[in-house]
């Protein structure tokens, strides 16, 4: 039996998702016209940015009851990927797997998560959402931690495949807010790939200086010291300091 997290990246289903949440767009009235244009059928017809479909109908997915939960989250995905990142976008899908119908199916959910962040496009909205929804709010930042990157630690190694390398790459970088004990072991993992001893140290960093950071001193400069990065690193020296003068648990 093949391993779901070893399945190749499936652009069928990201852009099955897009579609479906387009279909939805539509039967409300709501077209693409171009780049960041939107036009809406409904009287009055006009032209919308998509700032002003997401302030509008960016949190519709959920709200639609013609749908079971497993194809509200799709529409949900799929309009991330249209949409982009907003906050009404991003935050229904977090609200919904915490709400009175969560949690959300875990292999679309977290599938769905993972093929994307291994796509080669970045997908800005699957970042964000990782950063200010799951990884800020402690109770589901250990699960969506350990969902797209942390259950994997063990085929972090030289070697690994690119879309792996990618998807480790954007969860490290995003990760500063998840707790320390529930990381350390990743970025320990992935300090052993020279591929991602940058994002590792993107990591550290974040975990000090992000607003809701959290990071252990210690722990945090031996691992800058795995990384063995030039010492001309821009602002490898000034985390260094920071950490040995004021460090923080």
């Known amino acids: 039996m093949t391993d779901h997290r070893t399945r190749p990246v499936h652009g069928a289903r990201l852009l099955a998702d897009a579609e479906r949440a387009r279909h939805r767009l539509a039967e409300d009235g709501v077209t693409r016209a171009g780049p960041d244009t939107w036009h809406d059928s409904e009287p009055p017809a006009r032209i919308l940015t998509t700032e002003d479909l997401c302030n509008g109908l960016g949190s519709m997915a959920f709200t639609d009851e013609r749908l079971d939960l497993a194809d509200r989250l799709r529409v949900a995905l799929g309009l991330m990927d249209l949409l982009g990142w907003h906050p009404l976008v991003t935050a229904q899908v977090h609200t919904a797997h915490l709400g009175p119908e969560g949690p959300l199916p ?4 977290w599938g769905g998560y993972r093929r994307r ?33 942390g259950d994997d630690r063990a ?7 690119p879309p792996l390398l990618r998807r480790a790459r954007r969860v490290l970088e995003h990760s500063g807010p998840v707790p320390w004990a529930t990381k350390i072991g990743t970025y320990r993992a992935a ?28 722990e945090g400069l031996a691992l800058l010291d795995q990384l063995e990065l030039p010492p001309d690193t821009e602002r490898l020296a000034e985390l260094r300091g920071v950490l040995a003068a004021d460090p923080r648990p």
């Open 155 to 161: 085929r972090l190694l030289p070697g690994a495949p």
């Open 191 to 218: 300090a052993r790939v020279p591929a991602l001893r940058h994002a590792v140290f993107r990591a550290v960093l974040r975990s000090r200086h992000d607003v809701y950071g959290s990071i252990d001193a210690a």
């Open 117 to 149: 962040l291994e796509a080669e496009r970045e997908c800005e909205a699957i970042t964000c959402s990782l950063w200010f929804d799951w990884f800020e709010y402690a109770p589901t930042a250990a699960e969506a931690f350990a969902e797209v990157l």
């Open 106 to 109: 875990p292999d679309l959910l």
